[in-house]
């Protein structure tokens, strides 16, 4: 069955204190990632997509890499307003346009 | 940019009524869907649309209808709104044939009592 799973569920960091979420998933034949940030009370907000092993994608403080078996959403120097829960969903080769999610990660960055 | 505007962003109804959630975009987008968010099950999907008036079911289908009359335009119905129907609403768009990411609405928040 077509799973994705992110860790931690929650993460707590200083102001300045690098850290890494992950993502891993199981699908044949990935034909995408997704990297989603949700504030609380609103829509995710696109992030990042990822397309094969290897491949790696930046935004501000915020890097994205992917392996065959998992991602890893990489925050350098974190800032409180970097404080959300990020989301991971693959899209899966047998319907393009469906997205699987993970339960996502609650990241709180504190002053 | 995208935009993709739900109808409300909080709802409050009653067991038994029906309840009508409307989400319109405005990118010529074909694909359209619609979940819902619960903590600790993450997003899941209720109801896609690829077309006008073409329709598929998603992962938790049961006590939801959709309607697609218009391109820009798709409505997720609760025929019988229940309690277990308390969640957060998402819609979302998508182009077809290619590798894009999702767009999302701002959610609705839907309260049954």
């Known amino acids: 069955e077509d799973q994705v799973t992110q860790s931690p569920e929650a993460l707590r960091l200083q102001e300045g204190e690098s850290s890494s979420l992950n993502c891993s998933y199981t699908v044949s034949g990935l034909r995408g990632l997704f990297w989603y940030r949700q504030d609380p009370g609103k829509g995710p907000e696109f992030l990042f997509t990822l397309y094969s092993a290897g491949e790696e994608k930046e935004k501000e403080r915020l890097k994205a890499t992917l392996t065959k078996k998992e991602s890893f959403l990489h925050i350098t120097a974190p800032k409180p307003e970097d404080s959300a829960t990020y989301l991971c969903?693959?899209?899966?080769?047998?319907?393009?346009?469906?997205?699987?999610f993970g339960t996502g990660t609650r990241l709180q960055v504190f002053p | 940019d995208v935009k993709v505007t739900q109808s409300s962003r909080y709802l409050v109804k009653r067991t038994g009524e029906k309840v009508f959630l409307e989400c319109v975009q405005d990118?010529?987008?074909?694909?359209m869907f619609w979940y819902r968010q619960d903590p600790g099950l993450g997003l899941r999907l209720i109801y896609f649309?690829?077309?006008?008036?073409?329709?598929e079911k998603g992962d938790i289908p049961e006590g939801y209808s959709v309607s697609r009359e218009k391109k820009e335009r798709f409505s997720l119905i609760l025929e019988s709104a229940s309690t277990n129907q308390t969640s957060m609403y998402l819609c979302a768009s998508y182009p077809a044939g290619g590798y894009n990411e999702q767009f999302f609405g701002p959610g609705t928040r839907l309260t049954v009592l």
């Open positions: 969903a693959v899209q899966a080769p047998y319907n393009t346009d469906k997205l699987i």
């Open positions: 990118m010529d987008h074909e694909n």
């Open positions: 649309s690829y077309d006008v008036k073409m329709k």
